[in-house]
């Protein structure tokens, strides 16, 4: 089992940026993909980014494309999205996700994803 825990968000003007850290503890060898997802009440859970955990290989939803980037810091077993030029549709609580290979379809499908992290709410205001 992989243990997340993700943190960073708060409230921000439009135009803004926030930096969102998940750290990642248990067993860490297992991690295939690192990912972050984002959600509003009442409407699913949309992919935002994802990282090969044993590579550079980073994937962007087309909306934050530009805009997020993704790393990680394999050290400290955690992964950051870093957010510049943010808009009030950016607003939602974001969660960190691992996958393993097992199972695993898709990098932005959130079936793949078997560990998650609390969530931390990034509000974005006019």
């Known amino acids: 089992q992989v243990q997340l825990v993700d943190s960073g968000g708060g409230l921000v003007q439009a135009g803004g940026s926030l930096r969102l850290s998940c750290a990642a503890s248990?067993?860490?060898?297992?991690?295939?993909?690192m990912g972050w997802f984002r959600q509003n009440p009442g409407k699913e859970r949309e992919f935002v980014a994802a990282?090969?955990?044993?590579?550079?290989?980073?994937y962007y939803a087309d909306s934050v494309k530009g805009r997020f980037t993704i790393s990680r810091d394999n050290a400290k077993n955690t992964v950051y999205l870093q957010m510049n030029s943010l808009k009030p549709e950016d607003t939602a609580i974001y969660y960190c996700?691992?996958?393993?290979?097992?199972?695993?379809?898709?990098?932005?499908?959130?079936?793949?994803?078997?560990?998650w992290g609390q969530g931390t709410q990034v509000t974005v205001s006019l």
């Open positions: 990282i090969r955990w044993g590579a550079s290989t980073t």
């Open positions: 248990g067993r860490i060898f297992s991690i295939y993909v």
């Open positions: 996700a691992s996958a393993d290979p097992t199972g695993y379809r898709s990098y932005s499908a959130s079936s793949s994803y078997t560990n």
